[in-house]
């Protein structure tokens, strides 16, 4: 089934965005290490959703700066 907000992403949207594996994503939301809504009724069953800015927003804060001197 097509999203039909263009806002919110499910799982394999979240992995083709941020290239990594759908099983990544779901590792990454059971760890609460990315943000994520969880629409499921009962925890058997995932239905996993992401707020696009919101993952914009924390794939932004994971990049390094980068260092600024060379080292020896």
Known sequence: MKNQDPETL???EVAALLS???GTVY???AM???PFLDLATNK???CLRFDKDDVLQW???KKSK???NRIP
């Open 27 to 29: 590792e990454w939301a």
């Open 44 to 46: 058997k069953q995932k």
């Open 10 to 12: 499910n799982v394999e």
């Open 66 to 68: 980068g260092r600024v």
């Open 32 to 34: 609460d290490y990315i």
């Open 20 to 22: 990594v594996a759908t």
């Open 59 to 61: 794939r932004e804060s």
